[in-house]
């Protein structure tokens, strides 16, 4: 089932809140993949797309423009969020020392159907499950759908705790993207946990959907009504299953974590340290969703073994799910061998299962975006006895710990400075992996934008340009924005290709 709008979207009503300057400039642009409008005081305000962001044109914003927009929202709650009635869109407030509003981020809300054909199966069993992924990658987009779905499809009772009105909208009607789920408001976020414990306490739902658990007495909420037999699907912090793990606060969602000292024999038999982490107790969720894309997840199906994996040191098995071309679901088994090959036999390019890499005197964040960028099958971890190699910098190549762990089969690389690029630079030659484009069809792409920029100046006209790679696309958006103009994609793969349109 392909991915449709069963909603329309509001947007003009969002527009309809903006200053008519930017109301004027907004309607000239395409819409359909707008994320946010950001208006900061005394700064060029900026439409933001899926794929870059656009000026919306020369004049700072001044505290007039900002209090217009405030003027036509809702209330902003407690944690500086407001919203435009009976919508999905969002409004968060900057503010100074004194409660001045200085800045506005109004963040476009849409309800879509088919978010959630990836994972529907496990939703319809009626398992406990809990998504996690970066912001911005459709959690909570999935949570409405998820609501419609088990209330009007499957006829189950469903509550909604609706802490920031994001599932279900601004207003006391909830948005008919939850179909006939009930929505309960919260008046503070501190008070989520006690209204999630209320919900089940007071109207005996079958299903209870959560937005962003991110504290202890919210974590032991949700242990609390997984205990008691209801459905609970939930989003926490965090983008991986093991960011969990990792986590003080959350690791109870998958079972916490303990340090346990065994016997002589025991570990032994193990072939591990006497003092070793396991899990504490059972998972509240009996399945972890990792959010990759609009299209693309990892069902972890049984969390207790995953989590049981990923403390022994192993990747944990997990299905990649992928919408294909037409719409189908495309399932993929990974496989569990990276603790099945010694770690000192590990040759880059030719290794099963996900490389574990530990960043030493280096940033994480910085590894894991390359890795995303060169979607390498790798992750971080916080421990380099787990890890398959080591990346450090050169001025650190004489340290004591590092010649331990190269002496213990580790593999360590050096990077010169502790940049994206160089990071970005060793982890090609690692991996084997070369530049995605060859010289000549880079040039022949940047040439047809720049081609068609130039019509598209010249002309007023939507420029199309020729399906292009993913890769090359990029490429091609990038040149367009640094001529102040908006480039969109359409189509599917192979014919998915940019557009170009008339700066106003």
Do not use: W
């Amino acid at each position: 089932m392909a991915v449709t709008s069963i909603h329309n979207d509001d947007l003009f009503l969002l527009i309809a809140a903006l200053p008519a300057s930017l109301q004027e400039r907004l309607q000239a642009l395409p819409r359909e993949d707008l994320v946010e409008v950001v208006m900061d005081l005394g700064r060029v305000p900026e439409a933001r797309f899926m794929e870059g962001a656009l000026k919306l044109g020369e004049q700072p914003v001044t505290r007039e423009d900002l209090e217009h927009v405030v003027a036509q929202l809702g209330e902003f709650s407690a944690d500086n969020r407001a919203g435009i009635e009976r919508t999905l869109h969002r409004i968060s407030a900057i503010r100074n020392r004194k409660g001045q509003v200085v800045g506005l981020t109004l963040r476009v809300g849409r309800a879509v159907m088919g978010t959630i054909d990836l994972i529907r199966d496990v939703i319809e069993a009626g398992a406990n499950v809990l998504l996690v992924g970066r912001p911005g990658v459709g959690k909570t987009t999935k949570l409405r759908e998820i609501a419609r779905v088990l209330a009007d499809e499957l006829g189950r009772r469903v509550m909604v705790i609706d802490t920031s009105n994001e599932i279900a909208g601004d207003g006391d009607i909830p948005h008919p993207a939850i179909g006939t789920a009930r929505r309960m408001q919260v008046a503070h976020p501190e008070s989520q946990h006690a209204v999630m414990i209320e919900a089940v306490e007071n109207h005996m739902p079958q299903a209870v959907i959560v937005d962003e658990i991110g504290t202890a007495a919210e974590a032991a909420a949700a242990r609390t009504i997984a205990e008691r037999g209801v459905q609970l699907v939930a989003t926490a912090h965090g983008n991986t299953l093991e960011n969990l793990v990792m986590n003080p606060t959350l690791s109870d969602l998958v079972g916490g974590v303990q340090t346990v000292t065994l016997g002589d024999d025991e570990a032994r038999f193990r072939g591990t340290q006497k003092t070793v982490s396991e899990r504490k107790a059972p998972p509240t969720f009996d399945v972890v969703v990792e959010i990759v894309g609009r299209d693309e997840v990892i069902v972890h199906r049984d969390t207790a073994a995953a989590v049981d994996e990923l403390l022994r040191g192993r990747a944990p098995a997990g299905e990649r799910r992928a919408r294909g071309e037409r719409g189908e679901v495309e399932v993929e088994c990974r496989v569990v061998a990276m603790a099945e090959v010694p770690t000192h036999a590990f040759e880059p390019g030719k290794a099963e299962g996900t490389v574990r890499i530990y960043p030493y005197a280096i940033s994480r964040d910085q590894v894991e975006r390359v890795l995303r960028d060169l979607r390498l099958d790798a992750r971080t971890v916080s421990d380099p006895e787990r890890a398959d190699m080591i990346l450090t910098l050169r001025s650190r190549a004489d340290d004591q710990r590092l010649q331990r762990l190269k002496a213990g089969g580790r593999l360590v690389h050096y990077v010169k400075k502790n940049t994206t690029a160089q990071i970005r630079h060793l982890l090609r030659e690692v991996f084997s992996l070369y530049a995605e484009l060859e010289e000549e069809e880079a040039r022949e792409a940047l040439r047809e934008a720049e081609e068609g920029v130039q019509r598209a100046l010249d002309e007023g006209v939507v420029v199309e340009l020729a399906p292009r790679r993913a890769a090359v696309r990029r490429l091609q958006h990038k040149l367009v924005v640094r001529h102040r103009m908006v480039a969109q994609s359409f189509g599917s793969e192979p014919q998915r290709h940019l557009a170009i349109y008339p700066a106003e």
